[in-house]
Nanobody
């Protein structure tokens, strides 16, 4: 069993930055691929970014490439999402996800509870 707890969300102006964190419980964090998804009001949950177990591979949705960076620290059981040049369309609830194979789709083993990100002037 893995529990994921996100933090770092909030209100930011367009062009600003935020860093989300996701702390995982358990001693097997390094065996899981980790990722971030988001869900805006009235829309389906969508993939944002993913990182492999040892950070060898990362993947991003086209809409965030060049602006968002995913990273993990296996010693701290934590995955991060650095979000720069934020736009109003980035407003959503951001969810952390963990899976032993891939977090590229919604079919993952574990979800966090989500953290709200609002980009507005």
């Amino acid at each position: 069993q893995v529990q994921l707890v996100e933090s770092g969300g909030g209100l930011v102006q367009p062009g600003g930055s935020l860093r989300l964190s996701c702390a995982a419980s358990g001693r097997t964090f390094s065996s899981y691929a980790m990722g971030w998804f988001r869900q805006a009001p009235g829309k389906e949950r969508e993939f944002v970014a993913a990182i492999s177990q040892r950070s060898y591979n990362t993947d991003y949705a086209d809409c965030v490439k060049g602006r968002f960076t995913i990273a993990r620290d296996n010693a701290k059981n934590t995955v991060y999402l650095q979000m720069n040049s934020l736009k109003p369309e980035d407003t959503a609830i951001y969810y952390c996800a963990a899976d032993q194979l891939s977090v590229r789709t919604n079919a993952v083993d574990y979800w966090g509870q989500g953290t709200q990100v609002t980009v507005s002037s």
